[in-house]
């Protein structure tokens, strides 16, 4: 999922342009004001309005101009001056960024980083590659792409129905900007779901600075905010809204806060691009409403938790895997792993002699493919005490034969003179497994190779490019797509086309 970052740059980042923020004068009114934060040029600043809505997606009325402060309670001196969960008693229990690029699904994101650290924290492994499906929670709780979600409909579903892991169904609306049916996920969803025992609202509508700090010592908090233009240029220092119109609402997690900065901790679904890589600081004080709702998650501490390392998410292997896997219940005597193929069957396993196993498999008999890894810790008695999410990765043990074409979509020809932005439809194929990448290059008059990439590759997608945003003149354009393993790497070249960009 982490390959989402790419696919939103090179496939949304190059569609019409309309300056919503000068990032320039920007800087100078942040200086001019004492602010303490700086702004930068990002995919973002290049959207429009209208693509930014995708970027979003909390379904909310704009903000109102009335806000309600609650009084301080002196449950103060009793916190802690700074709390990061990203360093917290010396450990990471935050997931890594994701982006969820061309599909207004944040409350998902939010919701899912919460819900996988509260996980970390009730298993006591802050290790644990832990990793939920924000396509399932989003596609079966109710949120649309065009339209979003709410908090509070996305933690009861994770109450009622809860989540399954990631290798049960993907994330791809980001890449497409289209929803997915629920039917979409696995057939064992109910079984490989984990859900919320309860959830609570330390803050409903109202500023409780206390409120929140005290609910964070058990865990991130999911909140809302109003997004105003000069948030979506945010690249470092305390966050404070300095200028820009109001573009729409927002869903992101709150992970600490530090009163040395008067700032809250704040998880965004972005991408590393954005902020201090994804993450960032926002002032108290500041007017988006950052901490003014949020929703805490509870879930029943657990006797331990199993966590698979590798095989991981989207990743490719030839030949063997180096498993690597971990279990913190105190009774594991052994770890057994299995490999299931599409039709749920296993089809080759490990016995490690330990509560940690690091061995390579021998996977040369298995055709090339998908595959799901599942990990199980046993006792002495051979009684299963705990079981690992499932994640899923590709065999590739022969070359596949692969292919890339692209032609102008929507009425656009190629071989005439261009303008604004342009659509573009690729087409790939392989014999065995999806593209691991894909590359757009571009050769314009300065003679410099320009290359975009996405580690996500659908068959058939579609490419938007600014042309207005680069130079005029004549460009050579062409993709390469790869199959790239621990033992293999293949490369395929598109044929070249020649373009006249003449805005």
């Not at 797509?481 to 395929?492: P, Y």
Request: with cysteine; hydrophobic share 35%; glycine share 8%.
């Amino acid at each position: 999922m982490r390959s989402l970052i790419l696919v939103a740059l090179l496939f949304t980042v190059q569609a019409g342009h309309a300056e919503l923020i000068n990032v320039q004068q920007l800087n100078q009114k942040i200086q001019k004001q004492g602010g303490e934060w700086r702004a930068e040029e990002n995919s973002l600043t290049k959207l429009s309005k209208s693509e930014l809505k995708h970027r979003m997606g909390l379904n909310l009325n704009q903000a109102t101009d009335v806000e309600f402060v609650m009084p301080e309670s002196p449950v103060r001196a009793q916190l802690p001056a700074v709390l990061d969960w990203r360093n917290k008693d010396g450990q990471n229990w935050v997931s890594p960024i994701l982006d969820q690029a061309n599909c207004g699904s944040c409350v998902a994101f939010a919701s899912i980083g919460v819900l996988e650290t509260q996980y970390k924290i009730s298993s006591l492994l802050p290790s644990f590659n832990v990793k939920f499906s924000p396509q399932n929670l989003f596609s079966c709780g109710g949120g649309k792409c065009d339209w979003g979600w709410r908090p509070e409909g996305a933690a009861r579903y994770l109450q009622q129905s809860g989540v399954p892991d990631e290798a049960c169904m993907p994330y791809s609306s980001g890449s497409t900007g289209e929803d997915v049916a629920c039917r979409a996920s696995c057939p064992d969803t109910a079984q490989r779901s984990v859900k919320i025992s309860s959830y609570s609202t330390p803050t409903r509508g109202s500023q409780d600075l206390n409120a929140v700090k005290m609910a964070l010592q058990k865990g991130p908090l999911v909140t809302t905010l109003t997004v105003y233009a000069d948030f979506m240029a945010y690249a470092g220092g305390v966050y404070k809204h300095t200028d820009g119109n109001y573009l729409g609402g927002h869903a992101i997690s709150i992970v600490g806060y530090d009163d040395s900065k008067q700032a809250f901790i704040i998880r965004n679904s972005w991408g590393e691009e954005w902020g201090e890589k994804g993450f960032g600081y926002v002032a108290y004080s500041d007017q988006s409403g950052v901490g003014d709702d949020t929703w805490l998650y509870n879930m029943k501490p657990l006797a331990g938790g199993v966590s698979v390392e590798s095989p991981n998410d989207y990743s490719y292997f030839t030949k063997t895997i180096p498993v690597k896997a971990a279990s913190t219940y105190q009774s594991t005597d052994s770890l057994a792993v299995a490999i299931y193929n599409s039709q749920n069957q296993v089809v080759a396993s490990l016995n490690c002699a330990t509560a940690n196993c690091a061995q390579d498999l021998d996977i040369s008999a298995l055709p090339d493919g998908r595959y799901e890894v599942q990990v199980y810790a046993m006792n002495s008695h051979g009684e299963k005490m705990g079981t690992s999410e499932r994640h899923f990765f590709y065999v590739v043990n022969q070359e596949p034969t692969l292919s890339i074409t692209f032609k102008g979509a929507n009425g656009t020809d190629l071989s005439k003179s261009l303008n604004g932005r342009i659509e573009v439809e690729v087409t790939s194929t392989s014999t065995s497994v999806p593209l691991s990448s894909i590359e757009f290059h571009h050769v314009g008059p300065d003679g410099k190779d320009s290359v975009r990439s996405a580690s996500i590759v659908p068959n058939k997608l579609m490419m938007g490019w600014r042309t207005n945003l680069v130079p005029n003149g004549q460009y050579d354009m062409w993709f390469t797509g790869r199959v790239k393993s621990n033992g293999m790497d293949v490369v395929v070249e598109s044929a070249h086309q020649k373009v006249n960009l003449k805005n």
